[in-house]
Structure formats: structure tokens, C-alpha cells
């Protein structure tokens, strides 16, 4: 039996994975990014204003999500803090997106854990059929550096760090783990890196919790094919955020989306997208466009 497509509007796709080919340059440079981090004008994230800034300095090196990407990560940790289960991160690289997220939990007095799974060896092999833009051994970081600042940030009861390649570790971890999910951050950029932790890890999730993809629509359509893949059939919602980045909450009803786009059975929510007034004007800002418009002809009605 052929396998159902998982796409099949190519087109809208395709501008879903615009705005990171448009900006993906400048947000690697550190110095638009201090521009960024210095307006004021940019909350990043809606539910803690200020909580990106205020702690930049203490993950600027030790990460490549931009300030709009975990302002939203930032924002699922709230919207999530009443679902039991602890935080779990595939794809770590230096840690401070998974030290951003234990500073939230502590200021917030959260009592959950922080799990951090990375290879420390960098990206393994892309496969050739599905991963596009990507090379191994990129995103190389130390285990031993990263220990080192989870204690020097104080953060060692919350943050445990996990050292190898998924299919080595994530196994042996939920063998013995007793707990859900309400959390889940998939950063693998890799099809067979997602194939290897997300199926896992998504059963252990919490009705009600939240997964967010940070290379959902980066181009390079690995990490977003396996997980399309794998949620073929489920009818799941998933809401487009900052490029490349989409999240979906366990459970949810679609009853409550307004601008939502059917594409090869899975709804596409653009009402959190559209509402990111700040994240567009830059967006539009940067890039000489107008992003909403590109979106209205995919739109109903």
C-alpha cells in the first residue's frame, strides 16, 4: 500500500519556510541580535516580559535560538505549568535554551525537572533523501562546559544532563522513568534524530501539554517530514510560530482556531503567527515583505 502524503500543497510550504531562508543569515549574527535583545520594544515572550533580556547574557553563547523563537518556547512553559510532568529537550547543543527554560521554572517556583539529551559529537550523518542543508558534525558542543555552567548557575537540582546519540539514551531513560511529559522540545534538525526520540518521547506526554518543533519549517524538511509521519492520522493541530519553529498541544480541539489552513489532514493554525505583532513588523522589517498578505490566499473564505 502506498504510504499517504504527508503534503500535499507545496506551495503553502513553501511560504511557511520563507521566513527563515529570508532571515536565517542575519539571525546567526550576534550583532543584529544584540540589536535585537537592546529595543525594548520587543517583549519576545508574551507571558514574561522582559525574561528574555534579563537573562540573555547568561545563554548568549550557548545557543542559536534567536530571542523570538524562546520568547514562544518560554511561552508554552507557562501555558503549560499546571500539567503535570517534567521538561524534556532533544537536541541541546550548548544548553541555554534548556538553562532559559530551568530560570523560568525557578523564577516561576515551578517544581519540575529539565532534561537535556544531546550527542555532544554534533549533527550525526543527514540522510540524503530527506535532510537538506545539513552537514555532520555541526553544533559540536562540550558536555563537560555545559555541567559545569548548569552548576555555576545554580540550576543543578532542576537540569540533568543526558551525553550521547538518542537511540543510546533516550531508551535506557524512559526504562526507567516513571513520570509524563509537559513539555516537549524537539530541536534535532535531522529526520532519523527525530525518528530516534520523538516517537518515544510523544506517548509520555500529558494531555494538555505542549511539543514544540524548532526546525518544523527550517527547509531542510527532515525534521518536519518525520514528524508529519508519525502523526498521520491523529488530526493534530499545529501552530505556526516564529520561523522555523511550530508547536502542537496534546488533545487540543480545533474548535477554537480562526485562521487555519487544511493541508494532507493536518490543521495548520496561523492565529498565534498573526497575533505576534511584534514578531511580523520585524519580520516585514527585515525582509521588504509583507508576510500576512503571502499567507491570506491559503486562508478560508
Known sequence: MAQAKIIENETFHRSLEA???????????????????????????????????????SIQDKTLIDPFRLGWLIDELVRVQDVQGDLV??????????????????????????????????????????????KKGVFKSEYDELVRTVEEQGL???????????NDTVGPFLSSYTGEI???????????STNDCFPLFYPLV????AIVFDDFNDGGRGEKTAILEYLAGQSPILHVGPAPQTCMIKGESLHEQVHVVEDAGFSYSLDRLLEHSTYLNWLNDATGTHYEDELAPFLPG
Open 89 to 134: 529537550e532533544c537536541g541541546s547543543f550548548k544548553g541555554g535554551s534548556g538553562l532559559l527554560m530551568a530560570r523560568a521554572l525557578k523564577t516561576l517556583g515551578i517544581d519540575k525537572q529539565v532534561h537535556l539529551f544531546d550527542s555532544f559529537e554534533g549533527l550525526p550523518e543527514p540522510d540524503a533523501t530527506h535532510d537538506k542543508g545539513y
Open 182 to 192: 509537559s513539555l516537549l522540545h524537539i530541536d534535532c534538525d535531522l529526520y532519523n
Open 206 to 209: 500529558a494531555e494538555g501539554g
Open 156 to 166: 543543578q537540582d532542576i537540569i540533568t544532563v543526558h551525553r550521547g546519540w538518542f
Open 19 to 57: 521566513p527563515w531562508a529570508r532571515t536565517f543569515m542575519a539571525l546567526m549574527r550576534p550583532s543584529v541580535v544584540e540589536e535585537l535583545v537592546d529595543e525594548t520594544a520587543f517583549p519576545f515572550s508574551q507571558s514574561l516580559p522582559g525574561f528574555i533580556r534579563e537573562h540573555w547574557q
